[in-house]
Antibody
Framework: QVQLVESGGGVVQPGRSLRLSCAAS????????FHWVRQAPGKGLEWLAVISSVGSTIAYADSVKGRFTISRDDSRNTLYLQTTSLRADDTAIYYC????????????WGQGTLVTVSS | QSALTQPASVSGSPGQSITISCTGTSSDVGSYNLVSWYQEHPGKAPKLMIY???KRPSGVSNRLSGSKSGNTASLTISGLQAEDEADYFCCSYAGSSTFVFGTGTKVIVL
């Protein structure tokens, strides 16, 4: 069955960097586009970034453009989000999500990893 | 990339119908039939409930239905049940491979 497992979250000081990972299993990873979505405590969902299958198309939300980088390693079945210059308002649960059976929708999600930016 | 606008909360009694609106712009909701809706229970990951505006994934109750008029999409839950109490988020494709979520609506079953 499809499994998406995020890791790499934790407490980090403002201005520092963190790399989040999303390990996938149960399907052919290389065939699908993946997204990162976050949710600040008590707030709504915010779409952050997408990477297409083979990585030919990448797009970002304006709020993270230039600071966050999405990438994938199809040999490791893993999605990444490199976050830099972290700010307090980046504190959130970060989810990886995929368009698997339904395009332009997120039909599978991981359980999320919490990033807390605090001094 | 401004968030789509949803009411903060909507409430109803068991058995009633409720409708959640999701208002965007001509650059997102109004331009594409690619609005999806997600249900989120506390501490859980979001779950896809409606895609392409009005289609239900396998396993989702037919008490949920979606529609769109102009720049506003809507989610209707009929025959409201206690298990429907959750947060609901709309999401629209916004062009250039980007997406935008709604502000979220808390559904309260009285």
């Amino acid at each position: 069955q499809v499994q998406l497992v995020e890791s790499g979250g934790g407490v980090v000081q403002p201005g520092r960097s963190l790399r989040l990972s999303c390990a996938a299993s149960g399907f052919t990873f290389s065939s699908y586009p993946f997204h990162w979505v976050r949710q600040a405590p008590g707030k709504g969902l915010e779409w952050l970034a997408v990477i297409s299958s083979v990585g030919s198309t990448i797009a970002y939300a304006d709020s993270v453009k230039g600071r966050f980088t999405i990438s994938r390693d199809d040999s490791r079945n893993t999605l990444y989000l490199q976050t830099t210059s972290l700010r307090a308002d980046d504190t959130a649960i970060y989810y990886c999500a995929m368009e698997k059976d339904i395009r332009s929708s997120f039909d599978y999600w991981g359980q999320g990893t919490l990033v807390t930016v605090s001094s | 990339q401004s968030a789509l606008t949803q009411p903060a909360s909507v409430s109803g009694s068991p058995g009633q119908s409720i409708t959640i609106s999701c208002t965007g712009t001509s650059s997102d909701v109004g331009s594409y039939n690619l609005v999806s809706w997600y249900q989120e229970h506390p501490g859980k990951a979001p779950k896809l409930m409606i895609y392409e505006g009005s289609k239900r994934p396998s396993g989702v109750s037919n008490r949920l239905s979606g529609s769109k008029s102009g720049n506003t999409a809507s989610l209707t839950i009929s025959g409201l049940q206690a298990e429907d109490e959750a947060d609901y988020f709309c999401c629209s494709y916004a062009g250039s491979s980007t997406f935008v979520f709604g502000t979220g609506t808390k559904v309260i079953v009285l």
